[in-house]
Structure formats: structure tokens, C-alpha cells
């Protein structure tokens, strides 16, 4: 440092690298620090594109997934409304033959029973193609989860086994549809 005569310390003005006699490193550090700048720009740029690219691939995938959850739900609620299409399509001969047999003037008891149990046929070929099943257990061991027991009687039977059937019950699938209405055996009660 210098002292100024008449004032305060002034520094020297430093010379920059080049002028000081600066060599070639410290020049190749400087450009070096440069290109590092223009990488990482670069390398910015690069990372804002891949950025862009993925957002525009997830928004799209996005939009996909919406769009099947709608054609989803827009089948299952299509599947509900018209779920029992297939059936009533097989319910339509049994009701035609109800009206002709109604229609009909003067029709012999024969003749409208051979109706009857030609129409009831035909009921049950629809029940089969529906998967409903008939529930008679007359003989079979109570199981509440097919039966509703409607009375106990003391019967020759084992206990729990059913005597008498007021009621078929139905099952579509396995899954009950109606219970059949059942008169259950309490067993014979031992005197001494």
C-alpha cells in the first residue's frame, strides 16, 4: 500500500491476469469456466425438453386412462339396464301361449291342461337357460341359508331334516333367490 501525503492509505490499482503477465492457465481457466457455463445451459435446456416431453406423456396417458374408466362404467351401467334382456327374450313364447290359451273360446280341461303343462315346460327351458334352479328339499337336511323354517313338528324323521315343502324355494347361480318355505322335524321326544 501507499501513503497518500495527505490523506488516508490508497491502495494499487492490481493489474487483471492479462496485463499482470498472467499465462495461459489462468486464461484456460476462465474459458474453461465458460464452456462449463454453456454445458450446463445446454444441459438445462435439455433437461426443460425431456420436462416438457414427459408432461405431455403423462397428461396424455392420463387423458387415456379417463377416457377407458368412463367406457368402463358407461359398459357396466349398459350391462345393468339391460341385464335381463336375454331372460325376458326367453319369457316371451311362455307369455304368447298364456294369451292364446286365454283367447281360445270354448277350450276342453284337456286341452288347457296339455296347454298348461306345454307352457310350464317352456318356463322351465327358460329357468335352465337362466341358471335358476328349483330348491324341493322335502327329505334333506335343514340349512337356513336355503330354508325358512315356518313350523317344528315332532315327526319320525331325524331331528332337523325337512318333512314338508309349503314353498319351492329358487337359486340362480348357487345364490339364493327365494328361500324355500320348509315344515322342519323336532325328532320324537324320549319319555322315561
Same mark, same amino acid.
Given at each position: 500500500m501507499k501513503r497518500n501525503q495527505n490523506g488516508p492509505e490508497v491502495e494499487a490499482p492490481v493489474a487483471a491476469p492479462e496485463e499482470a503477465g498472467a499465462g495461459p492457465e489462468v486464461m484456460a481457466g476462465t474459458e474453461e469456466a465458460a464452456g462449463e457455463a454453456d454445458d450446463i445451459a445446454g444441459q438445462l435446456?435439455?433437461?426443460?425438453?425431456? *420436462?416438457?416431453?414427459? &408432461? %405431455? =406423456?403423462?397428461?396424455?396417458?392420463?387423458?387415456?386412462?379417463?377416457?377407458?374408466?368412463?367406457?368402463?362404467e358407461?359398459?357396466?351401467?349398459k350391462a345393468h339396464k339391460y341385464a335381463v334382456e336375454r331372460f325376458a327374450e326367453d *319369457?316371451?313364447?311362455? &307369455? %304368447? =301361449?298364456l294369451e292364446q290359451t286365454l283367447a281360445g273360446g270354448d277350450v276342453s280341461l284337456?286341452?288347457?291342461r296339455s296347454g298348461a303343462e306345454l307352457t310350464l315346460k317352456a318356463l322351465q327351458a327358460s329357468f335352465d337357460?337362466?341358471?335358476?334352479?328349483?330348491v324341493n328339499p322335502v327329505g334333506e337336511k335343514y340349512d337356513p341359508h336355503r330354508h325358512q323354517a315356518m313350523q317344528m313338528i315332532d315327526?319320525?324323521?331325524?331331528?332337523?331334516?325337512?318333512?314338508?315343502?309349503?314353498q319351492?324355494?329358487?337359486?340362480?347361480?348357487?345364490?339364493?333367490?327365494r328361500p324355500a318355505l320348509v315344515t322342519v322335524a323336532k325328532g320324537k321326544s324320549e319319555t322315561a
Open positions: 435446456v435439455k433437461v426443460e425438453a425431456e *420436462l416438457a416431453a414427459l &408432461k %405431455d =406423456a403423462w397428461l396424455r396417458a392420463k387423458a387415456e386412462t379417463e377416457n377407458v374408466r368412463k367406457q368402463a358407461a359398459g357396466i351401467a *319369457l316371451l313364447p311362455v &307369455k %304368447d =301361449a284337456e286341452t288347457l337357460r337362466a341358471q335358476v334352479s328349483e315327526a319320525d324323521q331325524p331331528p332337523n331334516t325337512v318333512v314338508n315343502v309349503f319351492k324355494g329358487y337359486l340362480i347361480n348357487d345364490r339364493v333367490l
